[in-house]
């Protein structure tokens, strides 16, 4: 039994079966999630989204640091210039302030008579000695003041001028500051003085200790270049 031609399909060409229509996203549909950030895709930033200031690793030398921006991170090799120079700043006050001391102890010494040109037992003879006694005296006050002077100087050379100008004259010659590395300011009066105290400290174990803060910026693995004082500071050094 034949049929009249379909006239769609006069020439009765095999068809392929319709595939049932697909559901479109849209109301009462489930739509398919994005392709989640990886390989290929481009990731996004969310809206409004900022990098916030201040970061746990130095990238390439430098780090972002509220209020100061990218800054980069000083070198060992500036800081140990910074240091000499400080050095040497320091050892010209100490050398003027010893010879200070020194010609006033010699001037004592000299002013003391020899008490060996009087009979033992006499008038003379004790004054000469009370004289030597004041004279030793003298001397050891002298040393004292030197010693208070010196350490005195020490304090507050690099305590106040970290604390208030970020830098001493060392690192001031070398373009180096000294800044809190979570709002980028000056270290303040309890950060330069736990930053100056610690490597004090350590100098008492024969000065080994006070070797071994100046160095630990090289133990730091995340690029900071912080020592064991500038960690407990919460300082970094920088190249302004």
């Not at 006499?122 to 030597?132: A, E, G, H, K, L």
Request: overall charge neutral; hydrophobic content about 40%.
């Amino acid at each position: 039994m034949s049929y009249p031609p379909d006239p769609n399909n006069p020439y009765n060409q095999p068809q392929q079966p319709q595939q049932p229509p697909q559901p479109q996203p849209g109301y009462g549909y489930p739509q398919q999630a994005p392709p989640a950030a990886g390989y290929g895709y481009p990731q996004q930033q969310a809206y409004g989204y900022q990098p916030m200031p201040g970061t746990i690793q130095a990238n390439n030398g430098y780090i972002n640091i509220a209020q100061l921006g990218t800054v980069k991170i000083a070198s060992m090799g500036q800081r140990f210039v910074a240091r000499l120079i400080d050095f040497l700043a320091v050892g010209a006050v100490i050398a003027l302030v010893m010879a200070l001391g020194l010609a006033g102890s010699l001037g004592i010494v000299k002013d003391t008579e020899d008490c060996s040109t009087y009979s033992y037992g006499t008038v003379s003879y004790d004054d000469c000695i009370q004289q030597q006694n004041d004279a030793a005296a003298g001397l050891v006050g002298t040393m004292l003041i030197m010693i208070v002077v010196l350490s005195l100087f020490n304090l507050l050379y690099e305590w106040l001028m970290v604390s208030f100008v970020g830098a001493t004259l060392g690192k001031m010659a070398m373009g180096l500051r000294v800044v809190k590395e979570n709002t980028g300011r000056t270290p303040g009066l309890g950060g330069g003085f736990i930053r100056f105290i610690i490597p004090v400290v350590g100098g008492f174990l024969c000065y080994i200790g006070a070797v071994l803060v100046y160095l630990s910026p090289f133990f730091d693995n995340s690029g900071k270049l912080q020592g064991w004082h500038d960690r407990a500071a919460g300082t970094l050094v920088i190249k302004k």
